[in-house]
Structure formats: structure tokens, C-alpha cells
């Protein structure tokens, strides 16, 4: 089975050979070793991150007879992306500044951009998950944006305040 995208539904259907695939036979659903449905079809509808996992089905009245494992990797656009700031967003004209932009995705983020809006116009400013800022920085405010095969997400804007 493997990757499937966010939302996406699928079916997973169990069989016994033994029954001529007619599914008289009662069979149990399992998630990561959890039994988590009965019956001989295990409907995943909307799939969100917590659908990933490993599934088997077995003969309900015989646990011993357990299905191959089917993995399911539920893949997303990034989500919570969001700009850290070291040492913090005030700090000493004589200082460097790091900020950190971290993002959730599956797969993980591709692409990193750095953007500072100066004056009402956006200027990239940087490619790397981590911005360094020089020492006499100016104040200014920045935000972030993750990439990956199925989108994109900007950070909030933060402001730095030089003292």
C-alpha cells in the first residue's frame, strides 16, 4: 500500500482462502498490534497523520492466522511552521541573532525560505532552515516558509526589537 496523501480514503479488504473469497469468515483488524475493527473490510475514509501505521487482519476465532502487514504512510503539506529566535526578540545592537524556522511535514520540508518585510515590500533573505543575522542588525520582521512535494506553509511574522 504504502504512501497515501492526507484525506485520502482507502478500503482494506481480508480474505480466507479457504472460504472460496465468499467472506463467510469473521476476521479481526488490527493497527500496530491494537485490535481496532471486525470484519472482512477495514474502511480508512479522510485519513489524517494518525493513520499511518502498520495493519493486519487474521481470522477472528484464530488470531494465529495473521495477515501480511500492510504499512501506510500518510504524507502532508507542512503544518506548524513556526520561527524560534535565539537569544530572543529583543536583544543588544552588539549581538547576533539566529532564527530557527521548524516545520511538520511528511515527507519532511524540501525547502526553506527566509523572507523580511522592510518598508511594506518582502525580500527573501535566506534559503536555510536557520537565518543568522550579523551583530548591528537593525530591527526588522521576518518570517519563514517550509516546502514540500505537497505544499507550502508560512511561519507568523516576528519582530525584532534592537535595544
Same mark, same amino acid.
Given at each position: 500500500m504504502g504512501q497515501m496523501k492526507e484525506g485520502e480514503s482507502v478500503n482494506l479488504t481480508c480474505t480466507n482462502s479457504c472460504d472460496g473469497g465468499d467472506h463467510a469468515s469473521a476476521f479481526s483488524w488490527f493497527k500496530d498490534g491494537e485490535n481496532i475493527n471486525?470484519?472482512?473490510?477495514?474502511?480508512? %475514509? %479522510?485519513?489524517t497523520t494518525n493513520s499511518s501505521g502498520n495493519y493486519a487482519c487474521s481470522l477472528k476465532n484464530h488470531p494465529a492466522t495473521l495477515s501480511a502487514v500492510i504499512n501506510i504512510d500518510v504524507e502532508y503539506a507542512p503544518k506548524d511552521t513556526s520561527v524560534t529566535i535565539r537569544p530572543s526578540t529583543e536583544v543588544d545592537i552588539a549581538n547576533s541573532i539566529t532564527l530557527n524556522c521548524t516545520s511538520n511535514a511528511n515527507p519532511p520540508v524540501k525547502k526553506y525560505t527566509w523572507f523580511e518585510i522592510a518598508d511594506d515590500t518582502v525580500k527573501e533573505t535566506g534559503h536555510e532552515p536557520e537565518l543568522h543575522l550579523p551583530m548591528f542588525v537593525r530591527?526588522?520582521?521576518?518570517?519563514?516558509?517550509g516546502t514540500n512535494?505537497?505544499?507550502?506553509? %508560512?511561519?507568523s511574522v516576528v519582530t525584532l526589537k534592537i535595544k
Open positions: 471486525e470484519g472482512p473490510v477495514l474502511h480508512l %475514509n %479522510n485519513m530591527d526588522g520582521r521576518y518570517f519563514c516558509s512535494k505537497h505544499g507550502s506553509q %508560512n511561519s
